[in-house]
């Protein structure tokens, strides 16, 4: 017998705001299928709430291929062409693992939990 379980099932988003920081907290699997719906909620909460960083905790992330990486980079790009902050928080061992391989870790300013990231946010001048 074969479980079939909706793609849309095995990815989330929630956005929410910490001390006028937006956190939003991803889990699943950050894959082709989720890829585009993650940079939409993304893009439409830094829109929406304006807020100058935006930390995305990772912690739940179990699994991330190039076109989730891919979204990661355009973030981090975004974020730096519009002066904002991008920190990227509690990074599963996987994920920290392919940013270091692709040489892309050194990019993003990454915190090992939320709250060390809000900190770093609240000490910065708000520029990366």
Same mark, same amino acid.
């Given at each position: 017998?074969?479980?079939?379980?909706?793609?849309?099932e095995?990815?989330?988003?929630?956005?929410?705001?910490?001390?006028?920081?937006?956190?939003?907290? !991803?889990s699943?699997e950050?894959?082709?299928?989720?890829?585009g719906?993650f940079?939409?909620?993304?893009s439409e909460?830094?829109?929406?709430?304006? %807020?100058p960083a935006?930390?995305?905790?990772?912690?739940? $992330?179990?699994?991330?291929?190039?076109?989730?990486?891919?979204?990661? $980079?355009l973030?981090?790009?975004? %974020?730096?062409?519009?002066?904002?902050?991008l $920190?990227?928080? !509690?990074?599963?061992a996987?994920?920290?693992?392919?940013?270091?391989?692709?040489?892309?870790r050194?990019?993003?300013?990454?915190e090992?939990?939320?709250?060390?990231a809000?900190r770093s $946010?609240?000490? %910065?001048?708000?520029?990366?």
């Amino acid at each position: 017998m074969t479980e079939h379980t909706d793609p849309a099932e095995r990815f989330t988003v929630s956005i929410g705001v910490r001390e006028g920081v937006i956190v939003a907290s !991803a889990s699943g699997e950050l894959d082709y299928h989720h890829a585009g719906r993650f940079q939409e909620r993304i893009s439409e909460a830094w829109e929406t709430l304006r %807020s100058p960083a935006l930390i995305l905790n990772m912690a739940a $992330v179990a699994f991330c291929d190039s076109m989730g990486i891919g979204v990661l $980079v355009l973030l981090r790009n975004r %974020s730096r062409e519009q002066g904002r902050l991008l $920190v990227l928080s !509690a990074l599963p061992a996987h994920l920290e693992r392919v940013l270091t391989l692709t040489g892309l870790r050194g990019a993003f300013l990454i915190e090992p939990s939320v709250e060390d990231a809000i900190r770093s $946010v609240a000490g %910065s001048s708000g520029t990366q």
